[in-house]
Protein backbone atom coordinates (compact mmCIF):
# COMPACT_ATOMS: atom_id res chain seq x y z
CA UNK A 1 0.00 0.00 0.00
CA UNK A 2 1.29 3.44 -0.84
CA UNK A 3 2.15 6.77 1.17
CA UNK A 4 -0.66 7.99 -0.70
CA UNK A 5 -2.98 5.49 -0.50
CA UNK A 6 -7.17 6.49 -1.05
CA UNK A 7 -9.26 7.34 1.87
CA UNK A 8 -12.02 5.05 2.19
CA UNK A 9 -15.72 5.98 3.61
CA UNK A 10 -16.67 2.73 5.67
CA UNK A 11 -20.36 2.90 6.56
CA UNK A 12 -21.18 2.55 10.71
CA UNK A 13 -24.79 1.61 9.86
CA UNK A 14 -25.71 3.56 12.36
CA UNK A 15 -28.65 2.41 14.23
CA UNK A 16 -29.91 -0.05 11.17
CA UNK A 17 -29.60 3.11 8.99
CA UNK A 18 -26.65 2.66 5.57
CA UNK A 19 -25.17 6.29 4.79
CA UNK A 20 -25.76 8.39 7.45
CA UNK A 21 -22.29 7.85 9.89
CA UNK A 22 -19.30 7.10 8.31
CA UNK A 23 -15.88 6.31 9.86
CA UNK A 24 -12.90 7.38 7.03
CA UNK A 25 -9.87 4.96 7.09
CA UNK A 26 -6.49 6.30 5.59
CA UNK A 27 -4.42 3.18 4.83
CA UNK A 28 -0.99 3.55 4.41
CA UNK A 29 2.23 2.98 6.67
CA UNK A 30 0.42 4.00 9.71
CA UNK A 31 -3.02 3.88 9.29
CA UNK A 32 -5.51 5.99 11.00
CA UNK A 33 -9.31 6.60 11.32
CA UNK A 34 -10.80 9.50 11.53
CA UNK A 35 -14.02 9.06 14.24
CA UNK A 36 -15.40 5.71 14.96
CA UNK A 37 -18.97 5.58 15.28
CA UNK A 38 -21.08 4.99 18.33
CA UNK A 39 -20.58 1.95 20.41
CA UNK A 40 -23.63 0.02 18.96
CA UNK A 41 -21.91 0.02 15.43
CA UNK A 42 -18.62 -1.83 16.57
CA UNK A 43 -19.84 -5.01 15.10
CA UNK A 44 -19.86 -3.41 11.50
CA UNK A 45 -16.79 -1.15 11.92
CA UNK A 46 -14.38 -4.13 12.77
CA UNK A 47 -15.27 -6.13 10.28
CA UNK A 48 -14.95 -3.38 7.77
CA UNK A 49 -11.24 -2.81 8.83
CA UNK A 50 -10.53 -5.91 8.48
CA UNK A 51 -12.34 -6.43 5.19
CA UNK A 52 -9.58 -3.43 4.24
CA UNK A 53 -6.70 -4.93 5.23
CA UNK A 54 -6.45 -3.38 8.71
CA UNK A 55 -5.00 -5.51 11.37
CA UNK A 56 -2.99 -2.58 13.15
CA UNK A 57 -3.94 0.68 13.99
CA UNK A 58 -1.91 3.66 14.83
CA UNK A 59 -4.54 6.42 15.10
CA UNK A 60 -7.59 6.85 16.26
CA UNK A 61 -8.25 10.52 15.84
CA UNK A 62 -12.20 12.04 16.66
CA UNK A 63 -13.10 14.85 15.20
CA UNK A 64 -15.05 15.63 18.35
CA UNK A 65 -16.75 13.52 21.35
CA UNK A 66 -20.50 13.07 20.34
CA UNK A 67 -21.40 9.66 20.62
CA UNK A 68 -22.02 9.08 16.98
CA UNK A 69 -18.34 10.30 15.94
CA UNK A 70 -16.63 9.01 19.48
CA UNK A 71 -18.70 6.27 21.24
CA UNK A 72 -16.24 3.43 19.39
CA UNK A 73 -13.51 4.90 20.54
CA UNK A 74 -12.70 2.90 23.51
CA UNK A 75 -13.87 -0.32 21.47
CA UNK A 76 -11.47 0.41 19.11
CA UNK A 77 -8.78 1.22 21.31
CA UNK A 78 -9.08 -1.91 22.79
CA UNK A 79 -9.48 -4.18 19.84
CA UNK A 80 -5.72 -2.26 18.29
CA UNK A 81 -3.84 -1.42 21.65
CA UNK A 82 -1.12 -0.06 19.90
CA UNK A 83 -3.44 3.08 18.69
CA UNK A 84 -3.64 6.40 20.11
CA UNK A 85 -6.28 8.28 20.39
CA UNK A 86 -6.03 11.88 19.50
CA UNK A 87 -8.97 14.39 20.38
CA UNK A 88 -9.25 18.17 21.23
CA UNK A 89 -8.26 18.85 24.85
CA UNK A 90 -11.78 19.97 25.47
CA UNK A 91 -12.88 16.23 25.04
CA UNK A 92 -9.78 14.42 26.43
CA UNK A 93 -10.71 14.29 29.76
CA UNK A 94 -14.38 12.46 28.96
CA UNK A 95 -12.81 9.98 26.84
CA UNK A 96 -10.65 8.96 29.92
CA UNK A 97 -14.16 8.64 31.59
CA UNK A 98 -16.84 8.80 29.73
CA UNK A 99 -19.49 8.80 32.82
CA UNK A 100 -20.40 12.44 32.85
CA UNK A 101 -20.60 12.68 28.63
CA UNK A 102 -22.67 9.46 29.13
CA UNK A 103 -25.53 11.39 32.01
CA UNK A 104 -25.45 14.28 29.89
CA UNK A 105 -26.68 12.69 26.84
CA UNK A 106 -28.98 10.27 28.90
CA UNK A 107 -30.87 13.40 29.23
CA UNK A 108 -32.06 13.54 25.83
CA UNK A 109 -32.22 9.74 24.91
CA UNK A 110 -33.87 7.28 26.67
CA UNK A 111 -33.29 4.51 25.15
CA UNK A 112 -29.57 4.90 25.75
CA UNK A 113 -28.15 1.17 25.33
CA UNK A 114 -30.30 0.14 22.69
CA UNK A 115 -28.92 3.57 20.69
CA UNK A 116 -25.07 3.60 21.50
CA UNK A 117 -24.26 0.66 22.81
CA UNK A 118 -21.80 1.50 25.73
CA UNK A 119 -19.04 3.75 25.81
CA UNK A 120 -15.36 2.48 26.84
CA UNK A 121 -13.18 4.38 29.11
CA UNK A 122 -9.55 4.88 27.25
CA UNK A 123 -6.48 4.40 29.04
CA UNK A 124 -5.29 8.29 29.36
CA UNK A 125 -1.50 7.49 28.38
CA UNK A 126 -2.88 6.47 25.05
CA UNK A 127 -5.23 10.23 24.50
CA UNK A 128 -3.14 12.47 22.40
CA UNK A 129 -4.87 15.66 23.63
CA UNK A 130 -4.64 18.94 21.03
CA UNK A 131 -4.42 22.08 22.32
CA UNK A 132 -3.03 24.32 18.95
CA UNK A 133 -3.76 24.07 14.87
CA UNK A 134 -0.79 21.78 12.95
CA UNK A 135 0.27 18.59 12.59
CA UNK A 136 -0.93 15.95 14.78
CA UNK A 137 -0.80 12.85 13.04
CA UNK A 138 2.17 11.29 11.20
CA UNK A 139 0.43 8.96 8.65
CA UNK A 140 3.80 8.08 6.96
CA UNK A 141 6.51 8.95 4.40
CA UNK A 142 5.93 12.78 5.67
CA UNK A 143 1.92 12.13 5.44
CA UNK A 144 0.53 14.24 8.03
CA UNK A 145 -2.83 14.99 9.16
CA UNK A 146 -2.91 19.04 10.51
CA UNK A 147 -5.26 19.52 13.11
CA UNK A 148 -7.53 23.09 12.59
CA UNK A 149 -9.92 24.43 16.05
CA UNK A 150 -13.48 23.83 14.36
CA UNK A 151 -15.58 24.97 17.52
CA UNK A 152 -19.49 25.84 16.73
CA UNK A 153 -21.17 22.83 16.46
CA UNK A 154 -19.40 21.57 19.48
CA UNK A 155 -16.89 23.95 21.41
CA UNK A 156 -14.01 21.15 21.47
CA UNK A 157 -14.66 20.24 17.48
CA UNK A 158 -11.72 20.10 15.52
CA UNK A 159 -11.14 19.24 12.09
CA UNK A 160 -8.34 17.39 9.72
CA UNK A 161 -6.58 18.20 6.93
CA UNK A 162 -4.36 15.57 4.94
CA UNK A 163 -0.64 17.13 3.88
CA UNK A 164 -0.86 14.97 0.82
CA UNK A 165 -4.34 14.58 -0.63
CA UNK A 166 -5.95 18.32 0.42
CA UNK A 167 -8.97 16.45 1.89
CA UNK A 168 -10.00 17.69 5.16
CA UNK A 169 -12.25 15.90 6.92
CA UNK A 170 -14.70 18.52 9.12
CA UNK A 171 -17.26 16.15 11.91
CA UNK A 172 -20.32 18.51 11.76
CA UNK A 173 -18.48 21.79 12.00
CA UNK A 174 -20.79 22.26 8.28
CA UNK A 175 -23.61 20.08 9.27
CA UNK A 176 -25.20 16.78 7.14
CA UNK A 177 -25.02 16.21 3.56
CA UNK A 178 -26.14 12.37 3.01
CA UNK A 179 -25.36 11.36 -0.40
CA UNK A 180 -29.36 11.29 -1.26
CA UNK A 181 -29.62 14.82 -0.81
CA UNK A 182 -27.50 17.91 -1.99
CA UNK A 183 -28.79 20.04 0.92
CA UNK A 184 -26.74 20.47 3.90
CA UNK A 185 -29.15 20.32 7.27
CA UNK A 186 -27.47 22.01 10.18
CA UNK A 187 -26.56 20.11 13.23
CA UNK A 188 -26.91 22.08 16.14
CA UNK A 189 -27.31 20.28 19.50
CA UNK A 190 -27.34 21.52 22.65
CA UNK A 191 -25.58 22.22 24.73
CA UNK A 192 -22.52 24.00 23.05
CA UNK A 193 -24.28 24.68 19.81
CA UNK A 194 -23.38 28.68 18.62
CA UNK A 195 -23.85 30.07 15.44
CA UNK A 196 -21.11 32.61 15.12
CA UNK A 197 -18.50 30.13 15.96
CA UNK A 198 -20.42 28.19 13.24
CA UNK A 199 -20.02 30.66 10.33
CA UNK A 200 -16.72 32.02 11.81
CA UNK A 201 -15.06 28.23 11.55
CA UNK A 202 -16.99 27.73 8.04
CA UNK A 203 -14.68 30.41 6.68
CA UNK A 204 -11.39 29.93 8.30
CA UNK A 205 -11.90 25.94 6.85
CA UNK A 206 -12.31 27.39 3.75
CA UNK A 207 -9.28 29.52 3.99
CA UNK A 208 -7.51 26.41 3.82
CA UNK A 209 -8.25 25.63 0.42
CA UNK A 210 -9.29 21.56 0.92
CA UNK A 211 -9.33 19.55 -2.80
CA UNK A 212 -12.30 18.00 -1.10
CA UNK A 213 -14.83 18.37 1.82
CA UNK A 214 -15.80 15.07 4.11
CA UNK A 215 -18.33 15.49 6.86
CA UNK A 216 -18.85 12.57 9.00
CA UNK A 217 -22.24 12.08 7.59
CA UNK A 218 -21.82 11.53 4.83
CA UNK A 219 -18.76 10.31 2.16
CA UNK A 220 -17.31 12.99 0.36
CA UNK A 221 -19.41 16.48 -0.31
CA UNK A 222 -20.73 16.60 -3.76
CA UNK A 223 -19.50 20.28 -4.00
CA UNK A 224 -16.68 21.99 -1.84
CA UNK A 225 -17.65 25.42 -2.96
CA UNK A 226 -21.07 24.80 -2.59
CA UNK A 227 -21.02 23.30 1.03
CA UNK A 228 -19.07 26.23 1.95
CA UNK A 229 -21.53 28.50 1.26
CA UNK A 230 -24.61 26.71 1.96
CA UNK A 231 -23.89 25.41 5.43
CA UNK A 232 -23.47 28.78 7.26
CA UNK A 233 -26.53 29.65 5.19
CA UNK A 234 -28.40 27.06 6.46
CA UNK A 235 -27.32 27.59 9.93
CA UNK A 236 -28.54 30.89 9.97
CA UNK A 237 -31.72 30.18 8.00
CA UNK A 238 -32.33 27.91 11.21
CA UNK A 239 -31.51 30.00 13.97
CA UNK A 240 -33.52 32.68 12.51
CA UNK A 241 -36.67 30.31 11.90
CA UNK A 242 -36.55 29.60 15.67
CA UNK A 243 -35.50 33.19 16.59
CA UNK A 244 -38.96 34.39 15.31
CA UNK A 245 -40.90 31.60 17.18
CA UNK A 246 -38.89 32.00 20.25
CA UNK A 247 -39.89 35.83 19.73
CA UNK A 248 -43.28 34.98 19.75
CA UNK A 249 -43.39 33.42 23.28
CA UNK A 250 -43.03 29.87 21.41
CA UNK A 251 -40.56 26.88 22.92
CA UNK A 252 -39.58 23.56 21.84
CA UNK A 253 -42.16 22.23 20.44
CA UNK A 254 -43.56 25.25 18.56
CA UNK A 255 -39.80 25.28 17.39
CA UNK A 256 -40.03 21.71 16.04
CA UNK A 257 -43.22 22.50 14.42
CA UNK A 258 -42.09 25.02 12.36
CA UNK A 259 -39.17 23.61 11.21
CA UNK A 260 -41.15 20.64 9.92
CA UNK A 261 -43.53 23.15 8.06
CA UNK A 262 -41.14 24.77 6.71
CA UNK A 263 -39.60 21.49 4.26
CA UNK A 264 -40.26 23.50 1.41
CA UNK A 265 -37.85 26.20 1.95
CA UNK A 266 -35.25 24.15 3.91
CA UNK A 267 -35.28 21.17 1.16
CA UNK A 268 -36.08 22.85 -2.00
CA UNK A 269 -37.39 20.06 -4.36
CA UNK A 270 -36.07 17.26 -2.15
CA UNK A 271 -38.48 13.90 -1.37
CA UNK A 272 -39.73 14.45 1.98
CA UNK A 273 -38.38 10.66 2.54
CA UNK A 274 -34.72 11.45 2.39
CA UNK A 275 -35.99 14.56 4.55
CA UNK A 276 -36.70 12.16 7.18
CA UNK A 277 -33.67 10.27 6.70
CA UNK A 278 -31.99 13.76 8.51
CA UNK A 279 -33.91 12.61 11.11
CA UNK A 280 -31.11 9.96 11.88
CA UNK A 281 -28.22 12.02 12.02
CA UNK A 282 -29.89 15.67 13.94
CA UNK A 283 -33.02 15.19 14.61
CA UNK A 284 -35.82 18.10 14.53
CA UNK A 285 -36.10 17.47 17.88
CA UNK A 286 -32.05 17.74 18.89
CA UNK A 287 -31.26 21.22 16.51
CA UNK A 288 -34.48 22.62 18.37
CA UNK A 289 -33.05 22.11 21.68
CA UNK A 290 -29.38 23.29 20.80
CA UNK A 291 -30.89 26.44 18.96
CA UNK A 292 -33.25 27.05 22.02
CA UNK A 293 -30.29 26.76 24.40
CA UNK A 294 -28.15 28.91 22.57
CA UNK A 295 -30.66 31.62 21.92
CA UNK A 296 -31.24 31.47 25.79
CA UNK A 297 -27.67 31.70 26.27
CA UNK A 298 -27.23 35.09 23.65
CA UNK A 299 -29.65 36.39 25.64
CA UNK A 300 -28.22 36.57 28.99
CA UNK A 301 -24.16 37.34 27.92
ZN1 LIG B 1 -21.70 16.10 16.68
Request: with cysteine; net charge negative.
Amino acid sequence: MTERAEVQTLDTNMHGWPGITAVYLLPGRNPAVIDTGPGSSVEHVLPALQAAGIDSLAWIVLTHIHLDHAGAAGHLAQHFPEAKVVVRKEGARHLADPSRLWASASQLYPNMQELWGKMLPVDPDRIVAISEDGPVVELGGGRRLEAHYAPGHAKHQMALLDSHTGDLFVGDALGVQIPEAGVVRPATPPPEFDLELTVHTAERLHKLGPSRVFPTHYGPAPDVHQIFEEAPRRFTQWVEAAERVYAAGGGLEEMVEDFRARRPEFYPDLDPEVVEKFEYSCSYDLNARGILRYLQQRNTR
